[in-house]
């Protein structure tokens, strides 16, 4: 069975750094990415930044230059370092992978995602 396990999430001052990782545990065939979503009370859950197996990065415009997100293809794991943190980055962060699954005698592409991590930024 696969999981998405999440660490690092917390409270933190404005202007302070959190790093979240998250690890895929289970066999897939491979993963095509892996991410990180956000969603705050009130609003939809949006992405944050994605990566791929080859390391190209996407991010939202709101986290560009303070966000970085990072992945050890070895260790199945993704890491979001996150600076300069601003109280509209408080939400739960959402791990979500991109694999391919075996399913005899061929593949199918599914998604996972973790439980979520609360990061909240407060003074």
């Known amino acids: 069975q696969v999981q998405l396990a999440e660490s690092g999430g917390g409270l933190v001052q404005p202007g302070g750094s959190l790093q979240l990782a998250c690890t895929l545990s289970?066999?897939?065939?491979?993963?095509?990415?892996m991410g990180w979503y956000r969603q705050a009370p009130g609003k939809l859950r949006e992405l944050v930044a994605n990566?791929?197996?080859?390391?190209?990065?996407n991010y939202t415009d709101s986290v560009k230059g303070r966000f970085t997100i990072s992945r050890a293809n070895a260790k199945n794991t993704v890491y979001l370092q996150m600076n300069s943190l601003k109280p509209e980055d408080a939400a739960v962060y959402y791990c979500?992978?991109?694999?391919?699954?075996?399913?005899?005698?061929?593949?199918?592409?599914?998604?996972?995602w973790g439980q979520g991590t609360q990061v909240t930024v407060s003074s």
């Open positions: 979500h992978a991109d694999v391919w699954a075996r399913r005899i005698p061929g593949l199918q592409r599914r998604e996972y």
């Open positions: 289970g066999s897939v065939h491979s993963i095509i990415g």
């Open positions: 990566i791929d197996r080859i390391g190209t990065a």
